[in-house]
């Protein structure tokens, strides 16, 4: 194995030959992007391929191989050259020689190196040893020698890969995460890592292994795309500083934009963002099927063992809402869903995904986005309580989020989101783009539900609040007009669309009022209530703000901050205070209601009605979607009524969505207490799978549930035994209160808990448990939150001594935490 002096300037094939060739590809602008990778790739490889013939010939028994990013031809400016020299060891001391041969023209050129030397067998025991060794052989590439012995090192090399993939593929998993935590989520970063931070270039690279594997693959849609377009900023990176560089550096980034042919810095960190989305979601799906395969191939044994021992599997499929399921792990599409029928379906299954804290099926997602039919404008009121029940979903909300994201689901629903998608901001206190804060503004606002009348309007204040970031001029104010009409088109009526534009409009007010105004100042205090406008409003607000700040990152908000935005709201709290409002005055009641109540004073009975609610005109596609059905109840007055009608639709599978209880006295009427009076109950209720029970089965369980010989409590309490409810989060807890002074006639007891089966049974039982009358009921589901308000006497038909009502709605919050 002897040649020439290859380190001869003048020969076309040294390096002044190869460099004077490599500089004018790198500096003429007819080529960029992969096809000035693959030319700098294949000039590389003659020039070696010169080095190895003109120092060894044409031996057997050696090669030169490519490895990791230049074995897949991915070479940058800067890039490392990956080579290792693969020999039969039949002959060491020449195979030193040629590596010297080798190794020496391209270190005399300034060029980056990573060698090795080895036998197949040694690289076989080093692959087994590092994983990083081993991926780099999955990409070996031929480059001069002998290429029988090349491609048999690929092929055992990949049949090794294959044969300890569930071994390897954990290790190469727990590799990425401990990468990710050191170096972050390149789709966030100011001055990200292309390279190492989490869906950058290594993790693409991981992904192609585990393909590789045939254990999993990848989503293929946008991911060759996706590593394209970080080839492309590195490549740019590299020839804007002349370094061997993976941090794309603040400096540099206007430089490396333009070199791009991009409008400036903001718009690369975009295309960065959009790149390492996707790889970042590929990662997250591609791991969970490794999970998913390498489980199911552990517990088959066992499977095996117990089906001979005749037990049957547990259940494939596990409802969760109409049209979703649960299956291996995942929220999938019933087989029955029509999503081409069925506009609200995306939101019902993205929010009983976020609720069970499963992940949403990427082929699931991806049918929605292609069949799904868009929603009409105003949307359904299911819609935006899906839409609210999603938001209000904690942590889990934020991996739901990106799958609809990753398929444009998002922006066809909410078309003013594709301007803040991966939108950096470039300030030291954010943590997130644009779009991610706004996410992460919901998961905290989630926490604070309990602190507010109207959850579903702090939820939505929270995901648009900064909607106007990358409109010219303040965004709040750019945000107010967004806000209105997003509000408008998702279904909200006119005062809580007022009420929205408000939040987004002032959303920083309190805190830099707080911050940087004199409270001591009445005109401060003064100008802050006539920005808001009304108590709620505040309180919403408040809410919002402490959201935002916890969500913006750990410098935005302090113990200290709290306490001012508190003291802020205090006094504006104040000067918005007025007369307390009275029970509200019930409508006079319908001629049906009146037919029900005297039917049942008649009796002695409960009667029902059914009623479908639809909308006001058919859609173009055909008949109206019922919108839910409002169930009208009247029961001669007595105690009981409300846990009975609460167990009852419980044990059916109704939703509660609203209840209002009312007391009616029929004129002329006399009971045997001398009153005449009839309990009135309007619900608006929803099956929470399949169709409505019938009207006649309702009434014959109330009857039993009312006469106690149907047990409502051991029917509930046994098949949340047999089918418990999955919870993906910890919700806040119930927070039970006295509303001060807000009744003359009554004790205003303030429900705020998370909606579950059976809620308002445990509550009406308990109310009966304390021997208070409830004299009146409003309740309200929004989204997953209950907020319920129950107006209360004692025997006698007056307001609860102050001690005994603190003590009723201590009692009552402990039996909901319980």
């Not at 042919?261 to 979601?281: F, P, W």
């Not at 839409?387 to 629903?413: C, F, I, K, Q, Y």
């Amino acid at each position: 194995m002897t040649g020439t002096d290859v380190r001869s300037e003048n020969d076309d094939s040294g390096p002044g030959g190869y460099a004077a060739a490599r500089l004018r590809l790198l500096t003429e602008g007819a080529r960029s992007g992969p096809p000035r990778r693959a030319a700098l790739a294949g000039l590389t490889d003659d020039w070696l391929g010169s080095l190895f013939t003109a120092a060894a010939g044409s031996p057997t028994g050696v090669s030169l191989v490519a490895v990791g990013g230049y074995g897949r031809g991915e070479l940058s400016p800067r890039s490392d050259l990956d080579l290792l020299l693969l020999h039969d060891g039949t002959d060491p001391a020449a195979v030193a020689d040629l590596a010297d041969r080798l190794w020496y023209p391209v270190w005399d050129l300034g060029l980056a190196l990573d060698h090795s030397v080895r036998t197949p067998a040694e690289a076989r025991k080093t692959a087994g040893e590092d994983v990083k060794v081993q991926l780099g052989l999955l990409d070996a590439r031929h480059l001069a020698g002998d290429p029988a012995l090349t491609a048999a090192l690929r092929t055992t090399a990949l049949a090794d890969w294959r044969n300890q993939a569930p071994k390897r593929l954990p290790e190469l998993q727990e590799l990425c995460a401990e990468r990710a935590e050191r170096q972050g989520e390149l789709r966030y970063l100011l001055e990200p890592d292309l390279k190492e931070a989490r869906g950058g270039l290594r993790d693409a690279t991981a992904l192609r292994a585990v393909a590789a594997s045939w254990l999993a693959d990848a989503p293929r849609e946008g991911l060759a795309d996706a590593r394209r377009s970080l080839l492309d900023v590195r490549d740019a990176l590299h020839l804007a500083t002349g370094r061997a560089t993976d941090r794309l550096a603040l400096q540099e980034q206007d430089q490396v934009a333009t070199e791009l042919d991009l409008l400036d810095a903001d718009a690369l960190l975009r295309q960065v963002y959009e790149a390492a989305r996707v790889i970042s979601y590929a990662g997250d799906v591609t791991w969970r099927e490794v999970g998913r395969v390498l489980r199911s191939r552990a517990v088959r044994p066992r499977l095996r063992a117990l089906l001979k021992g005749g037990d049957k599997p547990a259940p494939e499929r596990s409802p969760l809402a109409e049209g979703v399921v649960e299956q291996d792990g995942e929220v999938v599409l019933a087989r029955a869903a029509r999503p081409e029928r069925d506009p609200v379906l995306p939101l019902r299954a993205a929010a009983a995904a976020a609720q069970s804290g499963l992940p949403l099926s990427p082929h699931a997602v991806r049918r929605l986005a292609a069949t799904a039919r868009p929603l009409p404008t105003p949307w359904p009121a299911e819609a935006r309580e899906q839409l609210v029940t999603l938001l209000g979903s904690g942590r889990p909300t934020v991996d739901v989020w990106e799958a609809l994201e990753a398929e444009g689901l998002v922006s066809s629903l909410l078309p003013d989101w594709e301007r803040v998608r991966c939108r950096p901001q470039r300030n030291a206190v954010h943590l997130w783009t644009v779009d991610r804060h706004l996410i992460e503004t919901a998961v905290r606002a989630s926490e604070l539900t309990r602190r507010v009348g109207r959850p579903d309007l702090l939820l939505v204040a929270a995901l648009l609040h900064d909607i106007g970031k990358g409109w010219p001029g303040d965004h709040s104010v750019a945000g107010e007009v967004i806000a209105r009409d997003v509000a408008v088109r998702i279904g909200f009526d006119r005062a809580d669309v007022a009420v929205l534009a408000t939040l987004v409009r002032h959303h920083l007010l309190l805190v830099d009022t707080a911050t940087r105004r004199d409270l001591d100042d009445p005109a401060t205090v003064q100008s802050v209530a006539e920005a808001v406008g009304t108590q709620s409003t505040l309180e919403l607000l408040h809410a919002l703000t402490e959201a935002d700040a916890l969500a913006t990152g750990p410098a935005a908000w302090s113990r200290w901050r709290g306490s001012l935005v508190a003291d802020l709201v205090r006094r504006a709290a104040a000067v918005l205070a007025g007369d307390a409002p009275d029970e509200p005055e019930p409508a006079a009641p319908t001629a049906e209601q009146e037919r029900l109540a005297v039917e049942a004073f008649r009796t002695r009975g409960p009667v029902l009605a059914l009623r479908a609610q639809t909308p006001p005109a058919p859609e173009p596609s055909g008949d109206p979607e019922p919108l839910g059905v409002e169930l009208l109840i009247a029961v001669p007055d007595q105690r009981g009524v409300l846990p009975a009608v609460a167990g009852v639709l419980a044990v059916h599978r109704l939703t509660v969505r609203t209840a209002e209880l009312r007391t009616l006295r029929l004129p002329g009427a006399v009971d045997t207490d001398g009153t005449g009076s009839v309990l009135l109950l309007d619900w608006r209720v929803a099956a929470e799978y399949g169709s409505l029970p019938q009207a006649t089965r309702l009434r014959a369980d109330l009857v039993r549930a009312l006469d106690g010989s149907l047990d409502t409590a051991a029917r509930l309490a046994e098949r949340d035994a047999a089918y418990p409810r999955r919870r993906g989060w910890t919700a806040p807890p119930p927070r039970v209160r006295v509303a001060p002074a807000a009744s003359h006639h009554a004790t205003v007891i303030e429900v705020r808990a998370q909606d579950a089966p059976g809620l308002l049974f445990r509550i009406g039982r308990a109310l009966e448990g304390a021997g208070v009358r409830v004299r009146s009921a409003h309740v309200s589901t929004l989204g997953a939150n209950a907020v319920d308000a129950f107006y209360v006497t004692g025997t006698e038909g007056s307001p609860l001594p102050a001690e005994e009502a603190a003590a009723v709605a201590r009692k009552l919050e402990e039996t909901l935490r319980g």
